[in-house]
């Protein structure tokens, strides 16, 4: 199961979960360590602005004010993790998670987001969610996800609530049609 780094996880339809019942989860870090990754469709009520103002941060030069914050997962819901475009050696308590995309969780991200001196492309999400070491494989193996190399048109060029959808697309697949028995022959 190594290499689902710079992967989605498309949620099965029969996941019942409440926190991961019809979500598409990015999977940022993947390794024998187990699993980091962000949800990525659910949007919160708060946005950009909301944010900047609870966090006394100057957002006069950003152009993104109206952006909503995603429901990144029930792990760490007070911590802010940005997914973007672009090198992770630009900013502090960052990690590459694809050939041109990193994850950062520093405050400086967010203060040059909001000087309109970011990365061209991001999601802020709040929260994440994490697997222990082979817990993703045995939930893969139960058919709980589906899963699909990341794009940025789904990450950065599709609205949230239709990115599940889209991603799945990338397969081929209408996940409304999948069955809830794993094909094990």
């Given amino acids: 199961m190594q290499g689902l780094r710079d992967h989605f996880l498309m949620a099965m339809p029969h996941l019942e979960d409440e926190n991961f019942a019809g979500s598409l989860t990015y999977i940022c870090d993947h390794d024998d360590n187990g699993t980091l990754g962000l949800k990525l469709n659910q949007p919160m009520e708060l946005t950009l602005e909301a944010l900047f103002e609870q966090l ?3 957002a006069s030069e950003c152009t ?8 990144g997962g029930p792990v760490h819901r007070e911590r802010g993790f940005i997914l973007h475009s672009g090198s992770p050696e630009h900013w502090d ?4 998670t694809g050939e041109n995309r990193a ?9 040059a987001i909001a000087a309109g001196k970011g990365p061209e492309q991001f999601l802020v999400c709040l929260g994440c969610v994490g697997w222990e070491p082979e817990q993703l494989a045995q939930e893969i193996k139960d058919n709980t996800w589906l ?3 990341a794009s940025d048109e789904v990450l950065f060029r599709t609205p949230a609530p239709a990115r599940l959808e889209t991603a799945a697309g990338h397969l ?9 028995e794993a094909g094990h022959g």
């Fill in 56 to 58: 006394e941060i100057d």
């Fill in 64 to 71: 993104s004010l109206d952006t909503p914050v995603l429901d």
């Fill in 93 to 96: 308590s960052s990690i590459r």
């Fill in 103 to 111: 994850l950062t969780t520093s405050m400086d991200i967010l203060h």
């Fill in 147 to 149: 899963t699909v190399e």
């Fill in 172 to 180: 081929g697949v209408d996940l409304n049609l999948l069955s809830r």
